[in-house]
């Protein structure tokens, strides 16, 4: 399952279009549409923003996802990561972005 797809059955369990995602989420209807359209993601922050307006967290919206693609690693990751605060995520961010300029 794509994060698309996963996107797609949060609004159909809700009752939600991506016009409604859109305008709960304040994010452009154009972007929504093109993440569909080019089958692209939308990144990390715009992703908990999404699941914001769900009511889950990141670690959520990808456990229900049971994807193969994700490690037992990567999981214990997002669930720490839902548990920061903004500033903490910022934080980890900068250090990530030092890590991977590196190479």
Same mark, same amino acid.
């Given at each position: 399952m794509t994060v698309m797809e996963r996107i797609e059955e949060l609004n159909r369990e809700r009752g939600w279009s991506?016009?409604?995602l859109s305008k709960?989420?304040?994010i452009?209807?154009?972007t929504v549409y093109t993440w569909?359209?080019?089958n *692209?993601?939308?990144s990390i922050p715009v992703l908990e923003k999404i699941c914001k307006s769900y009511g889950i967290t990141?670690?959520?919206f990808f456990a229900g996802m049971h994807s193969p693609e994700l490690t037992d690693e990567q999981n214990a990751l997002l669930a720490k990561w839902s548990l920061l605060?903004?500033?903490e *995520?910022?934080?980890i961010n900068t250090l990530f972005d030092l890590f991977t300029n590196k190479r």
């Open positions: 991506l016009y409604e709960r989420t304040k452009a209807e154009a569909k359209r080019q *692209k993601t939308p990141t670690y959520q605060s903004e500033e *995520k910022a934080a």
